[in-house]
């Protein structure tokens, strides 16, 4: 029988109170005959739950005093600790998640606490950092040590299983091996799958807005990703573009009904199961140690992850055929990675896991850095220009570029790099401490910082990436040229762990030469169609826009005028709604 997380909470949670309270009781009563004593039992039952009332309640107490003894035992101090209270910790959090700016409430704890602080959700005790030196130890150098530890698993298990995001150990290296040769350069090198569903989602495009209506840019790049990815891994294209561009919705003044083609695809309902359990799942990590009180009658995710299933299966089932193809001689050899994984095992919900892991990496991170790519050339007409400038005088106007083509783009690049700069796909992550940790003092201290064992150190590339100390006072700009000029050396070469868009150390994304190769694709094809880009503001939903208090704070926040948001990946809340102006023969 399947418990629910609640329920399971609730029994362990009975287990560790009321089991230790029964084994003394029981050895009180037995003292008690053995020496002949009286004694009532409202008494036995008052001295066997009393202690461990005690301990439930000041637990965290002495554990935190035994942590500052041991860091004062290493010649360190615990970072310094959020004055909120545990439980308004854990709803701010979560109002944040919810209705505010990326990472803002942590950005005021780094103004108010330091780079790196310590804030209890729950009976949880965490750090977060948006130091270098300290996400370079979590990664790298001591990356034995930080794991994803079983508070991340229990959150994502519904939803990832034990893929290779949400796995350690030998179980994430099984994952690792098989998916290491599959982004080699001379398989992310062929761009024809690319060229194939660009050319169909800019033709749609075209479509679309000739009808007089916008479309959603994140909604067309996402199905772009899906395609481009499910060929390249699986072999088989789900032809999420064949459903068509989804229309405004209400209240707009461009309203129009979807077809039913495209409310029945079956990859619109992959795509709506998938994004509302991202949103679950993130929710409960920051809902902190009680957030299985929330899923008291079933888990949540279950059902959404049954229909992320259905839209995989068929993907299991054509892999496992072509095996038995294999076996009997009918075909060749491995093709493709959902070959090679069926090859290393007829566990299906170890491969389910993987294919649905891949998914998020191969659509969710790549579609994220294209919709925050078009909203910047939006928002800066001249990098627009200069960018097709270098797109024409290399590719020219029609020509498909090359994998040379596009290495030899420096200022695409450095476009790419600065988007990932500003708004990085995966703007939060986390490790855990397997054993204590002794880091560098931060700016400003003397005193190293003591991690205990067990502790989930919470780091944010998003924010550490936006810091004027440590990319200068224009830190909060977008601007390219950072990645051309005399402040690359002054501050990234010097110092490279300040750039993590893609992680560090021995998990980095393998799929990062492949993000860049697609992004860079699309975007080159983009522009050899498209001359000017604007946002259709009109057509977004009005939960979507940008509140009015936000106009004023310093850098993006105050300029920006769509909504970022993320859970897994970063994203546009309500979509990117856009009208973009066909290049004419004479541009």
């Known amino acids: 029988m399947i418990v629910s997380p609640g329920l399971d909470f609730i029994g362990r949670a009975v287990a560790q109170l009321v089991l230790p309270c029964i084994i003394a009781y029981g050895t009180l009563t037995v003292a008690c005959n053995l020496l002949t004593l009286e004694a009532p039992r409202w008494a036995l039952v008052l001295f066997s739950v009393i202690p461990r009332l005690l301990y439930f309640f000041l637990g965290p107490s002495l554990e935190d005093r035994r942590n500052s003894r041991d860091a004062k035992a290493h010649g360190a101090a615990l970072p310094p600790h959020i004055d909120v209270k545990p439980f308004e910790t854990s709803r701010r959090i979560i109002e944040n998640f919810k209705a505010g700016y990326p990472a803002e409430l942590f950005l005021e704890w780094t103004q108010k606490f330091g780079q790196t602080f310590r804030f209890t959700v729950g009976l949880d005790q965490r750090v977060f950092t948006t130091e270098p030196d300290h996400v370079k130890v979590i990664l790298a150098t001591q990356f034995e040590t930080f794991v994803k530890g079983p508070s991340v698993f229990t959150q994502f298990k519904s939803l990832l299983g034990t893929g290779v995001f949400n796995s350690d150990g030998e ?29 169909d989602a800019l033709r749609q495009a075209k479509s679309r807005l000739a009808e007089g209506y916008p479309i959603d840019f994140q909604d067309l790049v996402s199905r772009f990703t899906l395609d481009s990815a499910t ?27 979807n077809s039913l083609t495209f409310e029945n695809h079956p990859s619109n309902a992959f795509v709506k199961a998938f994004v509302s359990g991202q949103d679950v799942v993130t929710l409960r990590g920051r809902s902190g140690t009680f957030w ?10 279950a059902p959404l992850r049954k229909e992320v299933d259905r839209f995989v299966e068929p993907f299991v089932k054509e892999g496992m055929k072509r095996k038995q193809e294999k076996v009997e ?36 991170t790549t579609a994220s850095l294209l919709t925050f790519s078009l909203y910047m050339l939006i928002e800066h007409p001249d990098i627009t220009r200069r960018l097709r400038t270098e797109i024409l005088s290399t590719v020219g106007p029609k020509s498909m570029p090359t994998y040379d083509d596009i290495r030899s783009m420096k200022y695409l690049r450095a476009f790419l790099n600065e988007v990932l700069r500003l708004y990085p796909a995966v ?34 590339v998003f924010l550490m990436q936006r810091r004027t100390d440590l990319w200068g006072p224009d830190a909060l700009e977008f601007d390219p040229d950072r990645w051309l000029d005399e402040r690359l050396q002054k501050y990234l070469i010097k110092n490279p762990c300040i750039f993590l868009p893609f992680n560090a150390g021995p ?27 604007s946002l259709a503001s009109d057509a977004q939903p009005p939960n979507s826009l940008p509140p009015k208090e936000w106009a004023g704070k310093e850098g993006p926040q105050g300029r920006d005028k769509i909504l970022p948001a993320s859970h897994l990946t970063m994203y546009v809340k309500g979509g990117l709604w856009v009208r973009m102006n066909e290049m004419k023969e004479f541009d």
């Open 292 to 301: 299985p009180l929330k899923e008291i009658w079933g888990d949540v995710v």
């Open 507 to 533: 998990r980095i994304c393998l799929g990062q030469q492949f993000a860049y190769n697609e992004s860079s694709f699309f975007l080159i094809r983009l522009l050899q169609h498209f001359s000017s880009f």
């Open 427 to 460: 703007p939060v992550n986390s490790r855990t401490a397997t054993k204590p940790v002794v880091l560098a003092p931060t700016a400003g201290s003397d005193n190293p910082i003591y991690i205990p064992t067990g502790t989930r150190v919470i780091y944010s």
């Open 171 to 199: 179980m994430w290296k099984f994952h690792r091996s098989i998916t290491r040769p599959f982004f080699s350069k001379e398989r992310i090198g062929d761009f024809e799958i690319f060229d194939r569903h660009a050319e």
């Open 329 to 364: 001689g009918k075909t060749g050899e491995t093709e493709t990675l959902l070959d090679y994984l069926v090859d290393q095992t007829q566990d299906r919900e170890v491969i389910k896991d993987e294919l649905v892991n891949l998914l998020v990496a191969s659509r969710d």
């Open 231 to 257: 060929e390249f891994l699986f072999k088989n294209d789900v032809l999420s573009l064949s459903a068509g561009l989804p229309y405004p919705d209400q209240p707009s003044p461009f309203a129009k009904a």
